[in-house]
């Protein structure tokens, strides 16, 4: 079996996570879905390096836990964690918000985009030892 970069997505909404995911595995990634904040957290530092990126909504719902507050655990595992947010209101927010070398994208988006966005971001990042 080919050893596939493995992918962290947090999205709350099933039919947004079902395409997510189709596009990601179509893009030749495998696919962890979290469907909370919460979860995210807890699958990220019991990851041991496993993820490759975080692809996150903003807006998790009535979740404490939001896409900033996951992608910022992330970087504290991994100063260099490839971050991508999708959001349909709070794209304006990502220059304040959001991490340093990450991706904003203004939902709906092409499931072309997402899988360009996820290759982007690891193609230059640090490659993995």
């Known amino acids: 079996m080919e050893n596939l970069p493995v992918i962290l997505v947090v999205e709350d909404d099933q039919p947004i996570q079902s ?3 189709a596009s990601l595995t179509d893009g030749g990634f495998e696919i962890v879905i979290a469907s ?3 979860n995210a957290l807890e699958l990220l530092d019991a ?14 719902g009535r979740d404490k836990i939001d896409g900033w ?5 992330a970087r504290e595992i991994d100063p ?3 971050v991508i ?3 349909g209101r709070d794209a304006g927010d990502w220059a304040s918000k959001g991490v340093p070398n990450s991706i904003m994208l203004a939902k709906p988006f092409a499931p072309a985009q997402l899988v360009t ?9 640090i490659p993995p030892a």
């Open 117 to 125: 966005a996820v290759s982007q971001l690891l193609n230059t990042g």
């Open 47 to 60: 990851s041991e390096g496993k993820y490759r990126a975080l692809v996150t909504d903003i807006n998790l």
């Open 19 to 21: 395409v997510v995911e």
């Open 36 to 38: 909370s904040g919460e």
């Open 85 to 87: 947010y999708m959001s």
């Open 80 to 82: 260099a964690f490839p």
């Open 69 to 73: 507050d996951v992608a910022r655990h």
